[in-house]
C-alpha cells in the first residue's frame, strides 16, 4: 500500500481503496460534506450520509448516485436519531 502524501497548501488526494470501510458524513447534501460523500464513494466505502433536510439529502443523494453511476438506496429518516442511507 502507498504511503500517504501530504500536498502542504492543496488539497491532498487520495485513491486508497476503502472497500469494508464504512463511513457516516455529517452536513452531507452540501459542500465539503458533499464532496466527502462522493470521493469516499469512488473509493468503495460504504457512505451514510447524515443530513438535517430530507429534500436536500434526497437531492443530494440522486447527484452522488448519479456522478458515480449507481442505484443508491436511500432510506426516508428524519430528525436527530435517524440517517439518510
Not at 13 to 29: C, Q, R
Not at 60 to 82: D, W
Given at each position: 500500500?502507498?504511503?500517504?502524501?501530504?500536498?502542504?497548501?492543496?488539497?491532498?488526494?487520495?485513491?486508497?481503496?476503502l472497500t469494508g470501510k464504512?463511513?457516516?458524513?455529517?452536513?452531507?447534501?452540501?459542500?465539503?460534506?458533499?464532496?466527502?460523500?462522493?470521493?469516499?464513494?469512488?473509493?468503495?466505502?460504504?457512505?451514510?450520509?447524515?443530513?438535517?433536510?430530507?429534500?436536500?439529502?434526497?437531492?443530494?443523494?440522486?447527484?452522488?448516485?448519479?456522478?458515480?453511476?449507481?442505484?443508491?438506496?436511500?432510506?426516508?429518516?428524519?430528525?436527530?436519531?435517524?440517517?439518510l442511507l
Amino acid at each position: 500500500m502507498a504511503k500517504p502524501v501530504s500536498a502542504k497548501g492543496s488539497w491532498v488526494k487520495s485513491d486508497v481503496k476503502l472497500t469494508g470501510k464504512t463511513v457516516i458524513i455529517t452536513g452531507a447534501n452540501t459542500g465539503i460534506g458533499l464532496e466527502t460523500a462522493i470521493d469516499l464513494s469512488k473509493r468503495e466505502a460504504k457512505v451514510i450520509m447524515a443530513c438535517r433536510n430530507m429534500e436536500k439529502a434526497n437531492q443530494a443523494r440522486t447527484r452522488v448516485s448519479l456522478q458515480l453511476k449507481l442505484n443508491a438506496f436511500c432510506s426516508c429518516l428524519t430528525g436527530y436519531s435517524n440517517i439518510l442511507l
